[in-house]
């Protein structure tokens, strides 16, 4: 897997070889069984059921980097954070933020279209219980690590939801920008700034989980400051 996604050209290239993954067997398993028996609401639907790739333009000046595919969101619609909870709550920032045309995003044909910011995730299958292993996350990171590489030009500011996402990026920081990754790491939180040298910066935020939007946790208050930062760190009008 290594070997194919460093050989990725550009990312239309890389989004079809990300979507042809089976490397863990456990994942495999799983995105497939979710396709298969699908959700009562959506069971008149063909599930993607495949690896999901990133979305947003090659120039995208703000990256912002999951955890995974929910397994009925864009496991289903093969689109990352569409026709889910998550989703609804990210898309509804986006817009608001001015990087995203449209409020909502539904399917992977619904006419979305993201302004200087690509999303992706640490690990590009569903996993169960949306729980992948750090083990997965690490057999994935090549794909991310290829992705990171082909917008490096522009890419100035990286958004973790999530402490998963946050652990993600050191390994990006050694691989992509040959940097020894910080000792001891910052300590993921909400609101928290890592700052290297010739590497995007890092910001922290709660990840858009139900659990967190429906107890107050993160709010759509505390989405704002952190694009409204990651905007003004990425020179993004």
Request: proline content about 8%; charged content about 20%.
């Amino acid at each position: 897997m290594v070997a194919r996604a460093a050989r990725a050209t550009d990312l239309a290239d890389l989004d079809g070889a990300v979507s042809n993954c089976f490397a863990c067997p456990r994942l495999v398993a799983w995105r497939e069984e979710v396709a298969r028996v699908k959700r009562a609401a959506f069971r008149d639907q063909d599930y993607w059921g495949r690896p999901v790739p990133g979305f947003g333009p090659p120039d995208a000046r703000i990256g912002i980097l999951g955890l995974a595919p929910a397994a009925h969101g864009g496991n289903r619609t093969g689109r990352i954070f569409t026709g889910d909870r998550s989703g609804d709550v990210l898309f509804a920032a986006l817009h608001r933020a001015g990087l995203a045309n449209q409020a909502t995003s539904v399917s992977a044909d619904d006419g979305l279209a993201l302004r200087d910011t690509r999303i992706f995730a640490s690990v590009r299958c569903a996993p169960p219980d949306n729980k992948p292993t750090p083990a997965e996350r690490d057999t994935c990171a090549p794909w991310l690590h290829r992705e990171v590489a082909l917008i490096r030009p522009t890419l100035r500011v990286v958004v973790a939801l999530g402490a998963f996402a946050w652990a993600a990026w050191w390994p990006v920081l050694r691989d992509v920008y040959a940097q020894r990754p910080p000792t001891p790491r910052p300590a993921f939180g909400h609101g928290a700034h890592w700052s290297g040298t010739a590497a995007p910066e890092l910001l922290g935020c709660y990840h858009v989980s139900q659990q967190n939007t429906f107890t107050g946790r993160l709010t759509p208050a505390m989405l704002d400051d952190v694009f409204a930062r990651a905007k003004d760190l990425a020179g993004v009008d």
